[in-house]
């Protein structure tokens, strides 16, 4: 009896109640009406918070045209800025590394990243004709650059120059 209970409670899930259907069971309710299109941990702060808080996480200290002066130019301590823009894919896998980068270097390196579409004027007084570019600065002066997605290396040793 309690087999033929937890089975009636089963049964409403299927598209019919025919043993083969228990094989291949196909949803009776419409499958679009329970896709949501948020992510589970936007509906609902309480769900999966530390997959939240890494989320909204970011090593690099985004830095606009009213903070260049201050955060990149005057900074006694080196800094690493990585120029993208928000449509960039490439831009997204180097943002990856820098704050991997940001992490490691923490106290020896400043990081920050500026978007070359909201300060097109930064991005032509440094040339950056394309996204993404990562420049080095030491007393303010532009020390190194790389240029495109690379593999984290490159980043780290264009770093280790700078700061040796």
């Known amino acids: 009896m309690a087999s ?3 089975l009636s409670l089963t049964l409403p899930i299927f598209s019919s109640s025919s043993p083969s259907s228990r094989l291949n069971p196909l949803p009776s ?6 896709i949501t299109h948020k992510p ?5 702060p309480l769900l999966f918070p530390k997959i939240r808080s890494l989320l909204q996480q970011t090593r690099a ?5 009213d903070l260049w002066d201050n955060s990149i130019l005057k900074s006694e301590t080196p800094v690493l800025v990585e120029f993208y823009a928000n449509w960039c894919g ?4 180097v943002h990856r590394v820098i704050d991997e980068v940001a992490t490691e270097y923490a ?5 920050f990243v500026l978007n070359t579409d909201a300060d097109m004027q930064i991005a032509a007084e440094y040339e950056i004709k394309a996204v993404p570019v990562v ?9 190194d650059a790389v240029v495109g997605t690379m593999p984290k290396e490159f980043y780290v040793s264009a770093i280790e120059r700078m700061l040796n």
């Open 4 to 6: 033929s209970t937890s």
């Open 29 to 34: 309710f419409s499958l679009h009406s329970r």
């Open 40 to 44: 589970l941990h936007l509906q609902n």
């Open 61 to 65: 200290t985004p830095v606009n045209k």
């Open 90 to 93: 490439p831009c997204r896998m």
């Open 107 to 111: 106290g020896r390196l400043k990081c």
């Open 135 to 143: 420049l080095l600065f030491k007393n303010g002066k532009k020390f």
